[in-house]
Nanobody, 123 residues
Framework: QVQLAESGGGLVQAGGSLRLSCAASGRTVSNYDMGWFRQAPGKEREFVARISRSNTYYADSVKGRFTISRDNAKNTVYLEMNSLKPEDTAVYYC??????????????????WGQGTQVTVSS
């Protein structure tokens, strides 16, 4: 079993930055596909970013503004968010999959989820 715990959310003004962390425990996740998703009120959970062992993938809406990275020594994944916009407001979730495949944008492809951290961007 993998337990995931997000942190780093908060309230920020438009144009600001936040760095989210996802600390994993229970197993080493260095060989897992790790993803970030978000869910705004009344909307479905949507893909934000994914990091495999060697590659990164982003939703078009965050490309060029967000960066996903991992520190295998700390068993932690990060999401650096810059140039934040009010439409980035959501609960952000970290997820892990042993083999996510080509459907990596679909939440059901991930096996483990964190509890989420709120990000609010004011205009």
């Amino acid at each position: 079993q993998v337990q995931l715990a997000e942190s780093g959310g908060g309230l920020v003004q438009a144009g600001g930055s936040l760095r989210l962390s996802c600390a994993a425990s229970g197993r080493t996740v260095s060989n897992y596909d790790m993803g970030w998703f978000r869910q705004a009120p009344g909307k479905e959970r949507e893909f934000v970013a994914r990091i495999s062992r060697s590659n990164t993938y982003y939703a078009d809406s965050v490309k060029g503004r967000f960066t996903i990275s991992r520190d295998n020594a700390k068993n932690t994944v990060y999401l650096e968010m810059n140039s934040l916009k009010p439409e980035d407001t959501a609960v952000y979730y970290c997820a892990a999959s042993w083999l996510v495949g080509s459907d990596y944008e679909r939440p059901h492809r991930y096996d483990y989820w964190g509890q989420g951290t709120q990000v609010t961007v004011s205009s």
